[in-house]
């Protein structure tokens, strides 16, 4: 049984780390470093719509008028902000509080709808179990526990070297098998940093050639600007490892992204995924100013925020059913997912 965290920015942002693109050009502009090359200039005339970075850089290629500026001189405009986005984000992991996390692992459910509990506890029902030494039944396969990791940051890892596992296949068996009394082993997986960390390379890009104009680039630059490719040179076994956690996935729980169009390979991975098995999905939104709420006593406004959730994943997949739909499960501001338990 294998349950698969996909964990972005929101993250760092939940523990007080200014980790955003926009955070961080206002830290550009309130220093006074006065930053000038073509993707600043760029970020200078529209900051708002900047937010996206990886989104933008890529349609600001489409922008170069021929002869104003060469690919190799682009690179190196994102080389000068990439590195400064790096000592940036450096600062700000020294803010840095190590959460414990465990009830994140074993309640990560308990904030769905009931409906959508039932379906998360009858997956993890133990297929079977063995007599342990001491005569308690003990579940024959263990809940593995994976993380794929979209920031470039150390601090998921240093939570998660933090974990009581014990303690989270306690509380893991009691929420799922109750008064069985069977033992649930909890176990780590795998911790894989998708577009790679600080130090190990910092990934800055768009998912595919449709998102720049790539009759500006060669195949090399183009490597370089386009995510899943560079991936595959830096590791040319790290995409389908990846896509292997997702597939061998019984629930899969997103928390801290934006369901971007620069991301959208994994996004597709998962639907793919769910289309195809029962695997259940959990999509975790955040709402700055906390209006935004699924509360099925309202049953107009219910419906239609958990579309709109669903959606931010869905709208990469152009057509899918009522039945698969149902296996996307939205939260909304959760108080469990990854705050500190202790």
Known sequence: MKITFLVGNGFDKMHGLNTSYSQFYSWIDNSGLGKSNFLYDQIKKDTEKWSDFELQMGQATYEIVEGSLTSEEFLLCL????????????KEIGKFEIPSIERTLSDFHSELDEKAQNKIKQILQPKGYSMGQGGGKIATTPITYNFINFNYTDTLAKSLEKIDWGCVGKDISNAVTGNQGIKINAEMGKHIHIHETLAGGMFLGVNDVSQLDETKFNEVQLD???????????????????????????????????????????????????????????????????????????HNRYLQNKRVVQDELLCHKSDISKENRRKFSPIVNSKILFTNSK
């Open 224 to 298: 370089i600007l386009i995510k899943p490719r560079s991936i595959e040179e830096y590791d040319d076994e790290r995409i389908a490892e990846i896509e292997k956690i997702i597939m061998d996935s019984s629930i899969i729980i997103v928390f801290g992204m934006s369901f971007g169009a620069t991301d959208k390979k994994w996004w597709e991975s998962i639907i793919r995924k769910a289309e195809e098995t029962t695997t259940h999905v959990i999509l975790h939104y955040y709402d700055a100013e906390g209006k935004f709420e699924l509360n099925r006593g309202n």
């Open 79 to 90: 080389e000068e902000f990439s590195g400064d986005f790096k000592g940036y984000i450096e």
